[in-house]
């Protein structure tokens, strides 16, 4: 079978957002912690930035490789249901993306320009090299920020549904 770079991405993006969304609402129900300033470690970025990055990586995945515009969010989500309305938005958006303009992404050229750093890469490697495992690690350290203030979260959750 052909590498297939929709489904190389755009399915494990939706899944793992909607996992994202869960695991939020378990903490808001859990009460007590503020999105806008729940870390891990003092020098770490607090919960809503991870979730800030984890959305902005899909979305900016999904329109790269699909070649449209990049939906602009103005990073204004402080609350659990602002940003599960966030994660929503994103989903919506990913679902919304023709599949069939996905063909022949994987050879694509995707330059991602930083303050610091430039990143080159063909489609394929964007996904496999950088978009998964960076919105993986934001969702991850999102879960573990939530855990480490007592929310009652396991692997399934993680793994949602």
Request: aromatic share 10%; proline share 5%.
């Amino acid at each position: 079978m052909a590498y297939d770079i929709y489904d190389a991405s755009i399915p494990s993006l939706i899944h793992m957002l909607g996992g994202l969304s869960s695991v939020l609402a378990k903490g808001e129900a859990h009460g007590g912690i503020d999105p806008a300033d729940a870390r891990l470690a003092p020098d770490m970025l607090p919960l809503k930035a991870q979730v800030y990055i984890a959305t902005d990586g899909a979305k900016g995945c999904g329109a790269r490789l699909a070649g449209v515009d990049i939906p602009k969010y103005e990073d204004v989500e402080t609350t659990f249901p602002e940003l599960r309305a966030r994660i929503a938005k994103t989903v919506a958006f990913l679902k919304s993306l023709d599949r069939k303009a996905f063909a022949g992404a994987e050879g694509k050229q995707i330059v991602l320009k930083f303050p610091n750093n430039t990143f080159e890469f063909n489609g394929a490697d964007y996904v496999g090299k950088f978009v998964l495992p960076n919105v993986y690690f934001h969702i991850t350290t999102a879960y573990g920020i939530l855990r480490n203030r007592g929310v009652a979260l396991g692997k399934s959750d993680y793994l949602g549904g």
